[in-house]
């Protein structure tokens, strides 16, 4: 190392946060569970040279992948005593990225039942709210935006979304109106 260059210069030398543990443990087992499930998912043939076995890029890259996640898990236990409890704040914190596919699925669920147009409504009054927009203009606006989404997809792109079954209960002629336009 020169003697101009400082330690925090180099390459190698890594900020560690709370969850790499996680990150790594996880890794690992994911490289290992793809390592034992190598022979039964590629084959070896006689015959073929070493570099063109189906098996042996497959397992080279699989068994790197199980080598360096040991070495950073490595790396992460040296440092966990330096985490304090900070493990759990992080794993709390990726999982809380789920709730939006929670919402994304309700969405995918209830949109059958009540229809695209009143689903996108309250979903994206629901979310407004939720992600902090409180104010009634915040909430008009992510109304008539879902209004203006259903009305691009189904009427201008002619996107072919089923209606809901909350359609059946309309009016003929408004059922129809509904189920070709919103």
């Not at 790499?20 to 443990?25: L, M, Y």
């Not at 569970?33 to 080279?60: C, I, N, Y």
């Amino acid at each position: 190392m020169s003697t101009n260059m400082k330690v925090k210069d180099t390459p190698f030398i890594t900020k560690r946060m709370p969850g790499d543990i996680v990150f790594a443990a996880m890794g690992v087992g994911f490289g290992l569970f793809l390592l034992l499930r190598l022979g039964s998912e590629t084959t070896w043939v006689k015959g073929l040279s070493l570099g063109t076995q189906p098996r042996f890029w497959p397992a080279l890259s699989i068994s790197g992948m199980v080598l360096f996640g040991l070495i950073y898990l490595a790396g992460s236990l040296r440092h966990l005593k330096t985490q304090k409890g900070r493990v759990g704040k992080e794993i709390f914190f990726w999982f809380r990225s789920l709730e939006f596919s929670v919402w994304f699925m309700a969405y995918v669920f209830l949109t059958p039942v009540i229809g695209y147009l009143a689903s996108s409504i309250l979903f994206c009054v629901l979310l407004a709210a939720r992600v902090g927009y409180h104010s009634r203009q915040s909430l008009v606006i992510a109304a008539g935006l879902s209004v203006a989404i259903v009305l691009l997809f189904k009427t201008f792109l002619q996107v072919r979304i089923p209606g809901g079954t909350f359609y059946e209960y309309l009016p003929d002629g408004v059922r129809n109106f509904m189920i070709l336009n919103f």
